[in-house]
Each structure stands twice: as structure tokens, then as C-alpha cells.
């Protein structure tokens, strides 16, 4: 028990502060090479990259461990009218004015693709209307309101973190008081989740608008176990480098070899686990300054991504007159394209994080908020 207080309190996670920044990044080689440059068949070497959609599903799992880390003690009974305020308010500082911006952004984009050429507001299948705009800036456009993606593509895990962590202080007094066979039923039960969620033969879990927030669900719930698993004391070879880096080899793997989600899930806890408590040459590695800035501007990453594709697009067909995806580029040229954007998308990123997302973020949280939630620190990222 005296360990698991001890546990409790540790008050930074600098192993998984990194690995949300390496996710956030594998998010964007994703979405930047698969179907924006046709000559780039990075499938026929590894399915990886075609796989690596799956990190979303990291950022969920995550996101249950670090909140339960944060705010397990303040809902342990249950929701007060003391925690809940509070808690609601730093989600929505944590989610909302980062998205709100860049929403501005696509909107203004639009508006540029009117003026040039009359494409704006219809031009990607009808997403990016007027009519869908409403659902979006509600942040409820991973609510099953619209049949696609809409505007800010990334922007639908966001809806679903939100309305997940809604019935986050419900979930926290069942998961606290589980005991160890409980949990393992539970765990299971979000790996059962999984695989009826990647039954179909197409999409496996690349699930978003339509079943995006049972999807947020079983990953969040399952970090929220996964930390208990940690706070009770996980056993100690999971500490060592060999037991990371064995975890690691085995996403990479069945990623590579296009594995169903539902396999790859226990190894992302796994490898949350091992990462939560190690002080090795992995924890010192990924503890290191850059790694850990690469970590707390990864929502900024991860929600500029697209704005910034699809500014490219706009501007390659301005240049042009043709789209990107008819140019024609070589393998070579098309992963130097890629270079190129994510070294552009690094300081954007920095500066939409250092501008807008931490600014508003304490601004927003500060608003009748006399004293803070029980530990007394702040997520880090």
C-alpha cells in the first residue's frame, strides 16, 4: 500500500510525454503519404505507415492513464460538485482553443478557395460545408451527426476525447475499486470491444465519425486500468530497457504485418506500462529535453496537420493549375515533399502551442477557479 501511495504521487510521466509526440508524428506520415502522392506505395515495402492510424487509439489509451493519474484521487468517490466544475473546465481548456483556431483556419481556407476559384465550401465531398460547420465548432462531430470526417479531419478524436471524459468521473470510483481479477476481466472486455469494432473487412479500426466515440471509449477505459495496474505495482522486469524494447519491436511488427487493431491494443499498454516506470537507458532517452518538447507540442502537431496538407494542395493547384496528386513525383521526390512539410509543420506547431494553446489554456483555467484539483499539478503536454 505505502508503494502505491508512493506511485500515486510521482507527479511526471517524461517516457509517455515522449511517446505522444513519436505517435503524433507517425499520425502525420500517415495521413501525409496515404493517398496524397500516388507514386508513393509505401505498402509494398510495409504496412506500418498504412497501419500507423492506430496511434490514435494510443492517444486514448493515454489519455485514461494520465487522467486517472491526475484526477483518480478527486472522483474516487464519485462526482462532487467541488470536482466536477473544475475537471470539466480544464478538459475543455485542454481541447477546445487549439481547435477552435485551427477550425478558423480551415474556414478561412475555404474562403481563399472561393475567392480563387471557386471550389471553397464543397470542394472535399461535401465535409466542408456551412451545414456541417455547427457540429464542429460543438465538438460534436464524432457524435454519429455526420456520415464523414468533417472539416478538420483530425479534429473528430478530439469530439470523442471530449465526450468520453464526460463519463470520466462515473468510470473513476468502478476502476479505483476493482481488484486485480476485476481489472483483468475489464481489460478484456475492452480487448473483446475492440474486436467486434474491427470485425468489418474494410476499415479494421480506422473508425471515426460513425463509431469514433465507442472507439475513444474502450481506449481511454482501458488506460484507466492500465494505470491502476501501475499504480498496484507492475511487475518490475516491465521497468527494464529489454521489456520496452520488446514492446516496441512487437508493434512495429504486427503493424508491418498488418495486423488486425485488436492485436496491437495489449501492446500499446504493454508499452505503457513498461515506459511509466523506466529509469533505464529508454527512460533517460526519452527523457530528454527535446524528446519531452516534441511531447507537449504534439496536440498542435497533431491538429495542424491537416490545414497545413491541404493548404499545400490548394497551393500546388494555384501554382499549377493541376492537383498534387497528378504530378508525377518520383519516390524520392515525394518523401522530400514529405520532409519538407513536416519541417515546416514543427514550428508552426510550436508556435500555435506557445501562442495559443498554452496561453488560452491558463486562461480558461483560471476562470472561477479559486484553488485546484487534488494532485496539485497539471497534465503535462
Not at 327 to 348: C, E
Request: charge should be positive; hydrophobic fraction near 50%; include cysteine.
Amino acid at each position: 500500500m505505502a508503494e502505491a501511495s508512493l506511485r500515486s504521487h510521482q507527479q511526471y510521466f517524461p517516457a509517455l510525454t515522449a511517446l505522444r509526440g513519436i505517435a503524433a508524428l507517425c499520425v502525420v506520415l500517415f495521413h501525409y503519404s496515404v493517398g496524397s502522392f500516388p507514386n508513393l506505395h509505401l505498402t509494398d515495402t510495409t504496412f506500418f505507415v498504412g497501419k500507423s492510424y492506430l496511434f490514435v487509439d494510443l492517444f486514448f489509451v493515454l489519455s485514461g492513464f494520465i487522467l486517472m493519474h491526475v484526477y483518480g484521487r478527486s472522483f474516487a468517490d464519485g462526482p462532487s460538485k467541488a470536482t466536477l466544475g473544475p475537471f470539466l473546465r480544464a478538459r475543455l481548456a485542454r481541447l477546445y482553443p487549439l481547435h477552435l483556431v485551427l477550425l478558423g483556419g480551415f474556414v478561412l481556407l475555404e474562403l481563399v478557395k472561393l475567392a480563387v476559384d471557386r471550389s471553397g465550401l464543397d470542394a472535399f465531398g461535401g465535409s466542408h460545408t456551412l451545414a456541417t460547420l455547427p457540429g464542429s465548432l460543438l465538438l460534436l462531430n464524432a457524435a454519429g451527426v455526420y456520415d464523414t470526417i468533417t472539416w478538420n479531419g483530425p479534429s473528430w478524436s478530439i469530439s470523442a476525447e471530449w465526450i468520453v471524459g464526460l463519463a470520466f468521473p462515473l468510470l473513476v470510483p468502478l476502476v479505483a475499486r476493482l481488484r486485480p481479477s476485476g481489472l483483468l476481466l475489464l481489460y478484456a472486455a475492452t480487448l473483446a470491444g475492440f474486436a467486434l469494432l474491427s470485425g468489418g473487412p474494410q476499415h479494421d479500426l480506422d473508425l471515426t465519425s460513425d463509431w469514433g466515440v465507442p472507439r475513444c471509449f474502450l481506449g481511454f477505459t482501458g488506460g484507466m486500468v492500465l494505470y491502476r495496474v501501475w499504480q498496484d505495482g507492475a511487475p518490475g522486469w516491465m521497468a527494464t530497457d529489454i521489456a520496452a524494447l520488446t514492446a516496441t519491436a512487437g508493434i512495429v511488427l504486427a503493424m508491418h504485418l498488418n495486423m488486425r487493431g485488436v492485436f496491437v491494443m495489449p501492446l500499446f499498454g504493454l508499452l505503457i506500462l513498461c515506459l511509466a516506470q523506466n529509469t533505464a537507458r529508454v527512460g533517460r532517452a526519452l527523457g530528454t529535453r527535446p524528446m519531452i518538447f516534441l511531447g507537449e507540442i504534439s496536440y498542435a502537431v497533431y491538429l495542424a496537420q491537416i490545414l497545413l496538407l491541404d493548404s499545400v494542395h490548394l497551393g500546388w493547384r494555384l501554382a499549377t493549375g493541376h492537383e498534387i496528386e497528378d504530378a508525377g513525383f518520383s519516390v524520392l521526390q515525394s518523401l522530400g515533399i514529405i520532409a519538407l512539410m513536416v519541417a515546416v509543420l514543427l514550428p508552426l506547431s510550436i508556435l500555435l502551442h506557445r501562442r495559443v494553446e498554452v496561453p488560452a489554456r491558463g486562461w480558461l483555467r483560471r476562470i472561477g477557479a479559486p484553488r485546484p484539483l487534488r494532485p496539485a499539478f497539471q497534465r503535462p503536454g
